[in-house]
């Protein structure tokens, strides 16, 4: 499973370092493009028209540029992607009507790149209904009959557009270059209000949607259509490009505003979880344990007295420096305090806790405290109720699923089907654990046990 995962997050990588580089190189050669050629046609017009498309490309190519280092690349953030680049070849085909028209060499191209303008704004509005379903968290399934609707509104677009070269009822090039419009050039804005219609009936059915997501939203149905009518009434289309950049840039703000405070209130969990481990680290027994097996050595052993009081002031040095720590920190850190714990705890217990250490590997990064409450747990819970001596073993390896630390123990186990007691006692400790392991780094944390039989954790952090 993690090496399909792996295998499609480097898929979508390459998609994304493709569609960037893509814009890169329209920005470029469009920029040198205007810069030596057609010098003869700068008019107020043109160049506004091309200022435009170049700005309107420039500024989708750093929205995109800004997706590609954001993750997870979920459906959500890979529908927004789709949607600032169909924005981006939108601008560019514009420029390139905008470069060739009134010319009578590449009158085919200007007839061509038009086409191209008008099925890009249908798969634009498409793209956007893509989108509305991740934000608004829709399945395709759900909406069988809205999905097919817009499906086969774009389909008969791209019919209308490829019929329309041969017969030129929606527009038409002269043999000088010049674009013509047809008889029929409204028909071509159909299959846009349908889907808008579509989109417009989904947001007023997902009231349960927050207001101000919604009213951003609405912005991308707004704003161009708004535009687009005054467009019409003054002749001039040059600014509803720029219309839905405006709206796209107003949605991409807002993801990113509620993803930094979803990252925000999840530091905050991790603060709060990071903190209930190291309480849980010095709970009052375990100071009174450790501070009984002091005083006794100093009667029978002072010299062993001073090396567990060492350890035990590194021990709580490690817990509270771990309050400070917010950032995962070498798994060879981790062991050390692994190892510190592992000996406050021998010199309690004696013969009866046995604890092997077999970490070849040590080069990747774990949370501070997140591995050592598992070996806690498995001699206070496994070794202690043991009657005859007990061994846990902390191993760590390199596999193609990534780094893997296994910390099993031969003590008495327990059923995992079994429901949670009701004693009063907090059992929150191991999910604590689980769900930094998997918000910090990404990793997973299997438990394997029965009574009788020890217990088995196997915590796997993927390979960067």
Same mark, same amino acid.
Request: glycine share 6%; hydrophobic share 45%.
């Given at each position: ?230 467009? @019409? ?186 429901? @949670? ?44």
């Amino acid at each position: 499973m993690v090496k399909n995962n792996n295998k499609t997050e480097n898929r979508i990588t390459n998609m994304y370092i493709i569609c960037i580089s893509v814009i890169v190189i329209l920005v470029v050669t469009s920029v040198i493009f205007c810069s030596i050629g057609h010098l003869e046609r700068l008019e107020p017009l043109y160049i506004r028209d091309v200022s435009i498309d170049i700005t309107g490309m420039i500024l989708g190519g750093l929205l995109l540029f800004s997706l590609f280092g954001d993750k997870p690349r979920d459906k959500h953030n890979r529908a927004l992607f789709r949607l600032i680049f169909t924005l981006c070849l939108l601008f560019y085909f514009d420029l390139g009507s905008s470069f060739m028209e009134g010319h009578p060499k590449v009158a085919f191209y200007v007839l061509l790149t038009n086409t191209l303008i008008f099925f890009s704004e249908a798969f634009l509005i498409y793209c956007f209904w893509a989108y509305l379903r991740e934000e608004l968290e829709i399945n395709k399934k759900d909406i069988p009959v809205l999905n097919m609707i817009c499906k086969g509104t774009l389909i008969f677009e791209l019919i209308l557009d490829v019929v329309n070269i041969f017969s030129g009822f929606l527009f038409t090039v002269n043999a000088n270059g010049d674009y013509i419009e047809g008889k029929f050039e409204g028909i071509a804005e159909l299959p846009t209000l349908i889907i808008y219609l579509t989109i417009w009936f989904v947001m007023l059915k997902a009231r349960e949607h927050p207001k101000k997501e919604r009213l951003v939203l609405l912005t991308f149905q707004v704003f161009p259509v708004i535009v687009h009518i005054l467009s @019409v009434a003054t002749g001039d289309f040059a600014m509803v490009y720029p219309a839905y950049l405006f709206s796209v840039m107003l949605i991409y703000i807002n993801v990113f505003a509620r993803r930094s405070k979803k990252i925000l209130e999840q530091q905050v969990v991790l603060d709060k979880q990071s903190t209930a481990l190291m309480i849980s680290q010095i709970q009052p027994h375990f100071l009174y344990n450790v501070l009984t097996t002091i005083s006794n050595l100093c009667v029978t052993d002072p010299e062993e007295a001073e090396e567990t009081t060492v350890l035990f002031s590194q021990y709580l040095r490690t817990n509270l420096d771990s309050l400070r720590q917010t950032d995962p920190v070498p798994f060879k850190a981790e062991l050390g305090h692994i190892r510190t714990y592992a000996e406050l705890e021998k010199k309690r217990f004696g013969e009866k806790l046995n604890v092997e250490f077999d970490c070849p590997e040590t080069d990747f990064l774990v949370p501070s405290l997140g591995l050592q409450p598992i070996v806690e747990n498995s001699i206070k819970h496994g070794i202690r109720g043991k009657d005859s001596p007990g061994h846990v073993k902390i191993s760590s390896k390199k596999t193609e699923k990534g780094y893997e630390v296994v910390i099993e123990d031969d003590g008495i186990g327990f059923d995992m089907a079994a429901p @949670v007691k009701e004693d009063g006692r907090s059992h929150v400790g191991m999910t604590n654990v689980r769900n930094r392991l998997k918000q910090m780094c990404e990793a997973t944390m299997e438990v394997e046990s029965s009574p009788g039989n020890g217990c088995r954790t196997t915590v796997i952090f993927p390979l960067s």
